[in-house]
């Protein structure tokens, strides 16, 4: 897939794995994260150190054009309502929500689709803004503004941006070490989900390929579930 994009948070877990499955045929593919992690040596991939949990903290250059802009960095904060305090919920919101804003106030100039169709940008969102999960108060919050961005953003953009989320269940990324650090918890927490497994850095990177890609050249303003049938089914 040619073009030139921006991959925020690109050097752990998704967005790693998504620039691992862009470098091959992209022109440029920019990532913007802390470190540069296991990056792909490939002629195409720069790192550009950022951190956005930091409100003000400078933004690297952008390249000419924009292809494609994806924003990968979250947070699990999984406690209860009753141990949360508010600087937990702005935490969340900063990575979240605010980060991604000023990543894509950033970008939006710069966006432009190849041979005259749209750009695209995919967010992240979670399972756990459509279906009610305990422990989840300030990150479900957090990503439930990212999806209000996005169909907001898909209306305001529109035809020149696409703009969708995806929003995955648990995936097995750095991210979530903890929560799968034993094969015990990682049979009980797979067994939770329909197709009993729990989701890839794979999974999320072949959907948000696809939604960069003129495949989903038609589709903008959607969240897309990426949660081994939890969301929708009883079994």
């Excluded at 108060?137 to 696409?162: D, F, H, I």
């Amino acid at each position: 897939m040619q073009g030139t994009y921006v991959i925020a948070g690109g050097s752990h877990g998704i967005g790693l794995e998504l620039v691992r499955v862009l470098a091959p045929t992209a022109a440029q593919v920019d990532v913007w994260s802390r470190t540069a992690g296991d990056l792909p040596a490939a002629a195409s991939v720069h790192h550009h150190a950022c951190d956005f949990s930091q409100p003000d903290g400078p933004l690297p250059e952008l390249p000419e054009r924009i292809h494609g802009a994806v924003y990968c960095p979250g947070s699990i904060t999984l406690r209860s309502f009753r141990s949360l305090t508010p600087a937990d919920f702005r935490q969340d919101l900063e990575i979240n929500l605010l980060g991604a804003v000023r990543f894509l106030q950033a970008c939006q100039p710069r966006l432009e689709g190849v041979d005259g169709g749209p750009a695209s940008v995919v967010l992240f969102s979670t399972v756990a803004v459509g279906q009610g999960m305990p422990m989840h108060a300030s990150v479900a919050a957090a990503k439930g503004a990212v999806e209000g961005l996005v169909r907001s953003l898909a209306a305001e953009w529109a035809p020149k941006v696409r703009v969708n989320a995806i929003a995955p269940a648990l995936t097995d990324t750095p991210l979530a070490a903890r929560l799968l650090s034993s094969p015990e918890k990682r049979e009980a927490l797979a067994a939770r989900y329909p197709l009993k497994r729990v989701g890839t850095a794979a999974d999320a990177a072949r959907l948000a390929r696809f939604l960069l890609s003129d495949e989903s050249g038609w589709m903008t303003g959607q969240v897309l579930g990426l949660d081994g049938g939890m969301s929708t089914l009883r079994t």
